[in-house]
């Protein structure tokens, strides 16, 4: 193997890695989420949170109308100067797509995992029967359809505007706290809400890439 050839098989792996890296955090993240979750819901407590306006307005990251409203700016915003090889309607897809598909799946998983909401039993694990309106995802928790909104929507952005990267993951992390602190969800559920609508985001981003590559 020529020195060129290892330095390029070198930083592929540190790019494999650092792709990985978050991912392996978020997974770590889940089985603490998991151990501390009766902790959490006793002891990290607002649950007036939404009492206020900046705590309403953390919920609404994870709030679906306010992204089709950002992917319609994003449509009209792009109307103006498309090219070809970036049509108007692309990145509103990417988002609105990216957010709608996340939250339909959070929805279908609240069916299937079937864990109330720790409000209901004072943090106690609770799982539903099936036979107890099979079809209902109210009062169910696992994952946070807010956090899996918030999540997929700061995923989208972060790559649509890197530079502003940090801000929108800022603002989804501080929505999945909300919903913690008002006891609407245990910490399991908003950290699980978090890589899923992560990870729905960033598949849709790479068939997108591939399809007009």
Known sequence: MTATSAAGAASRGRDRLRRLAPWVIGI??????????????????????????????????????LWAAVSLALWLHDRVGSTPSR???????Q?????????IVA?????????????????????RAWSDRPLSSSGLGFPSSHAVEAFAAATVLGQLFPESRALWW????????????????????????????????????????????
Do not use: Q
């Open 107 to 127: 929805e279908l998983l609240k069916l299937l995992v079937r864990r109330e909401r720790p409000s209901l039993h004072d943090g106690a694990n609770v799982f």
């Open 87 to 93: 049509p108007p309607g692309r990145r509103a897809w």
């Open 28 to 65: 770590v993240l889940l089985v603490v989420g998991f151990a501390i979750d009766p902790w959490a819901y006793h002891h990290v407590v607002l649950r007036k949170v939404y009492d206020f306006d900046w705590g309403r307005a953390l919920r609404t990251m994870g709030y679906w109308p």
């Open 95 to 103: 988002l609105i797509a990216s957010v709608s598909i996340a939250g």
């Open 170 to 213: 800022a603002l989804a992390v501080a929505c999945g706290l909300t919903r913690i602190m008002s006891g609407a969800h245990f910490t399991s559920d908003v950290v699980a809400g978090s890589l899923i609508g992560a990870l729905i985001a960033t598949i849709l981003a790479r068939s997108e890439r591939h399809a007009t590559a």
